[in-house]
C-alpha cells in the first residue's frame, strides 16, 4: 500500500519563478492538504482540498495556488518566487468524513531552494 | 488567537529511560490532538492521537496525556530507543464541517544518549 508521494525531492529556482509541487494522496484518500515548513519550524497550514475545491485556507498570499484532480492527486502552484518561500513543502492526505476527519499522513516533502 | 507550543525546544534522555515531551496548546475548542515524530530530511511520521473527551490513550510504548483544565498534552516513551531520536511535534486538529486543518508547534529535539 503506496503511501502519500511527492515530486520532486528536490528543487532550485530564482527569485520571480514559478514552481509546481505534485503529490499523490495515500490510497484511500480523497482529501489533500498542504504546508510549508521552514528550517527548524513546524509545518504551516497552506490549505487543503476535497471534492476538487479548496476548502480552507491558511495565511498564506494569492501567489499560493493549487488544485486537485478527479483521480485526488493535487499541485501546489507557487507564483512570484521570493528567497523567503525556500522550504520544505509537505503533502500530507486523509479521508475526509463528514463532521469528522481520518489522521492526516504526510509525504517526504519537496525541498524547494529559492535563490 | 490560537497556538500549539512546545515548553522546551531539547531533551536528552539516556537509552532504556523513559522520555516526556511536553506541549501546551491555547485552543480549548479543538477537537483532537497528534503527536507526530519527524527524522532528518523525512515527513512527519504519526505517533498517536487523542479526541478532546479522552485524558489518557496508549500505543506500543507510547501514552498521550490530555489535561484539558491546564491546555496540557504530553508524550511518553518507554525504554528510549536510538531510534526514538527526531524531532517531535505536537499538533492541533482543528475540524469543523467539511474539511480540518492542523496547528504545529515549533517541535522538541530527542536526543537519545547511548
Known amino acids: 500500500d503506496a503511501g502519500v508521494t511527492q515530486s520532486p525531492t528536490h528543487l532550485i529556482k530564482t527569485r520571480g519563478q514559478q514552481v509546481t509541487l505534485r503529490c499523490s494522496p495515500k490510497?484511500?484518500?480523497?482529501?489533500v492538504s498542504w504546508y510549508q515548513q521552514a528550517l527548524g519550524q513546524g509545518p504551516q497550514f497552506i490549505f487543503q482540498y476535497y471534492e476538487e475545491e479548496e476548502r480552507q485556507r491558511g495565511n498564506f498570499p494569492d501567489r499560493f495556488s493549487g488544485h486537485q484532480f478527479p483521480n485526488y492527486s493535487s499541485e501546489l502552484n507557487v507564483n512570484a518566487l521570493l528567497l523567503g518561500d525556500s522550504a520544505l513543502y509537505l503533502c500530507a492526505s486523509n479521508a475526509l468524513v463528514w463532521d469528522s476527519s481520518d489522521t492526516q499522513y504526510f509525504g517526504p516533502g519537496t525541498r524547494l531552494t529559492v535563490l | 488567537g490560537e497556538s500549539v507550543g512546545l515548553h522546551l525546544p531539547t531533551l536528552s534522555v539516556q537509552e532504556g529511560d523513559n522520555s516526556i515531551i511536553n506541549c501546551a496548546y491555547s485552543n480549548s475548542a479543538s477537537d483532537y490532538f497528534i503527536w507526530y515524530k519527524q527524522e532528518s530530511g523525512k515527513g512527519p511520521q504519526f505517533i498517536i492521537d487523542?479526541?478532546?473527551?479522552?485524558d489518557k490513550r496508549q500505543g506500543q510504548r507510547v501514552t498521550v496525556l490530555l489535561n484539558k483544565t491546564v491546555k496540557h498534552l504530553s508524550l511518553q516513551i518507554a525504554a528510549t530507543q536510538p531510534g526514538d531520536s527526531a524531532v517531535y511535534f505536537c499538533?492541533?486538529?482543528?475540524?469543523?464541517?467539511?474539511?480540518?486543518?492542523?496547528?504545529f508547534g515549533k517541535g522538541i529535539t530527542l536526543s537519545v544518549r547511548p
Open positions: 487523542i479526541r478532546s473527551n479522552m
Open positions: 490510497s484511500g484518500h480523497d482529501t
Open positions: 499538533a492541533e486538529n482543528k475540524v469543523s464541517v467539511g474539511n480540518s486543518k492542523l496547528t
